[in-house]
Nanobody, 124 residues
């Protein structure tokens, strides 16, 4: 069982930055791949990016590539989402998720555990 808690959301002007954190409970954090997803009002949940079990293995949606960076610290049971050059269209609730799967990590159905989410609002 893994519990995930996100933090770091807020209100930011376009062009600004935010760093989200996702803290996980449990002693097996390093055995999970982690993903970040977002959902804006009236829209479907969207994959943002993810990381494999070791730091440095990251992958991103095209919409955030070059602006967002994911990192993980297995010693702290935490995964981060650094968001730079934010745009109003990045406004959404951002959730982290954990999975034991090794493939299909772009799809939310592959993830077993989810955090509650944190709101990110970007104004122009």
């Amino acid at each position: 069982q893994v519990q995930l808690v996100e933090s770091g959301g807020g209100l930011v002007q376009a062009g600004g930055s935010l760093r989200l954190s996702c803290a996980a409970t449990g002693r097996t954090f390093s055995s999970y791949a982690m993903g970040w997803f977002r959902q804006a009002p009236g829209k479907e949940r969207e994959f943002v990016g993810g990381t494999g079990r070791s730091a440095g293995n990251t992958f991103y949606a095209d919409s955030v590539k070059g602006r967002f960076t994911i990192s993980r610290d297995n010693a702290k049971n935490t995964v981060y989402l650094q968001m730079n050059s934010l745009k109003p269209e990045d406004t959404a609730v951002y959730c982290c998720a954990a999975t034991k799967a090794y493939s299909g990590l772009y799809y939310p159905t592959q993830y077993e555990y989810w955090g509650q989410g944190t709101q990110v609002t970007v104004f122009s």
